[in-house]
């Protein structure tokens, strides 16, 4: 029997070695075949080697942006994967009453409510949360982000700007830490009525923010990579090595306390009360808007005419009595000049570089030219969009708020349209769109109005 068993071995090994890579050769030629029409980097025709790569990359926004450039404005990434830097294919997927539903990449997020590829579903729990984030549901929402950033100013100011060492020198602000702080206080306050105190503790106190960031660079790889993000995602494996309610610190504990406020919030339906609130508020609205106030801070600084203009818009709408302590939300939107620092500082680097993809609707569809199968998964290529030369002009690589001030009515207001892009579109419109506009007006404003910064 031993004697049999010998070859019968060999003879599997044999075949495993013919098979496997007759196999991968085989679907690799079929994945190849169904987009072969569609321009783009041949490893990506084949294989998700390339997207893996582009995720991993330390220039990723650069490699996002010269892409269509170079290869049209729909280029193919990966096996199923198209990515378009052509606004209104973007419009065409994400219209409210489009057939385009969401790719299984967002399945990754299975835990967070917006990232549900139902469409039904999706619709029915953003109509759910999205007043949470506007006001319509909140009495008092610009009052709560003026208190959290009362706060944020009186640490800055208390701790940093008068607690001068023997020679005349404050203590170095760890803005980039303080400002996610802010952000975070912000958006658990408008939603469960009670910040989560990270502001007053000057800390990660959940080890939320530090989970995010070390994390994050793995979740982009496991994110773009289908096969990878199937298993490490599935339901699975999720229950195994996933953030559980029960957890001390990071995404699992957020997760938990959210839920005691969740309970309160959507009763009767445990398969919608968003253990939610947690991953789409917290990644998308929080960290987003944290990133986005230190990029336009770290260009206002480093261009001194712009700083200066800055400062002096804010004299002059203070001794003209126009504005508040602090600035309210009408206020600063009659401050073209703030308006147009806000835009630039989302266009000069867009604050999110995913595929956030939609799969193509039954029956495929003809765009920019080429049939594409139903299925394929098509995503937004935000750095791309928002360097258009065509849009904004030749200097797309300078900071320069003035181009918004420089164009008639109708090509600022398709500007900031383009811009206001990097938040999505239609019923996939990121809902904490309007509260980001809102810290936005507010925290720079302040922060030039009672400080003056340097790198």
Not at 1 to 20: D, Q, R, Y
Not at 103 to 127: C, E, L, T, V
Not at 228 to 250: I, N, W
């Amino acid at each position: 029997m031993f004697e049999v068993f010998i070859p019968s071995t060999k003879n599997a090994l044999l075949l495993a070695v013919v098979a496997i890579p007759l196999w991968y050769i085989t679907t690799a030629f079929a994945s190849w075949y169904r987009l072969r029409h569609i321009p783009g980097p041949l490893l990506g025709s084949f294989s998700y080697a390339y997207l893996a790569r582009m995720a991993i990359s330390a220039n990723e926004e650069e490699i996002y942006r010269d892409i269509n450039k170079k290869y049209g404005p729909l280029v193919r990434v990966g096996p199923n994967e198209l990515l378009t830097d052509d606004p209104e294919v973007l419009r065409r997927t994400g219209a409210v009453r489009g057939k385009y539903g969401k790719d299984s990449w967002y399945i990754s997020a299975r835990f967070n409510p917006y990232q549900d590829i139902d469409g039904a579903a999706h619709d029915r729990m953003k109509a759910q949360t999205a007043p949470a984030y506007n006001g319509r549901d909140i009495e008092s929402l610009e009052p709560c982000v003026d208190e959290q950033l009362n706060t944020f100013l009186d640490l800055i100011r208390s701790k940093y700007a008068t607690n001068l060492d023997v020679y005349g020198n404050p203590p170095l602000l760890e803005f980039s830490s303080v400002v996610s702080y802010l952000t975070v206080d912000v958006i658990t306050r408008a939603l469960f009525g009670k910040e989560f105190g990270y502001l007053k503790a000057e800390a990660d106190t959940y080890g939320f923010i530090e989970e995010l960031r070390s994390h994050f660079p793995t979740l982009a790889y496991m994110l773009d990579v289908r096969w990878l993000r199937a298993v490490a995602f599935s339901k699975t494996f999720l229950k195994l090595f996933g953030p559980k309610t029960t957890d001390k610190m990071g995404t699992g504990k957020l997760m938990g306390v959210a839920a005691q406020f969740m309970d309160e919030r959507f009763k009767g339906d445990p398969k919608e009360k968003a253990d939610m609130l947690v991953s789409e508020p917290l990644n998308s609205c929080s960290e987003t808007t944290a990133s986005v106030i230190r990029i336009t801070m770290l260009y206002l600084m480093s261009s001194p005419p712009t700083y200066q203009k800055f400062k002096a818009m804010i004299k002059e709408a203070i001794d003209a009595g126009s504005v508040s302590s602090p600035i309210t939300v009408a206020e600063a939107r009659r401050l073209p000049f703030l308006q147009a620092v806000i835009y630039e500082g989302l266009r000069i680097r867009a604050p999110a570089t995913g595929l956030y993809p939609k799969s193509v609707p039954e029956g495929g569809e003809t765009i920019l030219g080429y049939f594409v199968p139903a299925g394929t998964a098509i995503g937004m290529n935000a750095p791309a969009m928002v360097k258009a030369p065509a849009v904004f002009g030749r200097d797309i690589e300078v900071f320069r708020p003035e181009r918004f001030l420089e164009a008639d009515d109708d090509k600022r207001s398709h500007m900031e349209h383009e811009v206001e892009m990097v938040f999505g579109y239609g019923r996939y419109m990121c809902a904490g769109k309007p509260l980001a506009f809102m810290e936005l007006n507010k925290v720079l404003f302040e922060l030039m109005r009672h400080f003056d910064f340097h790198t």
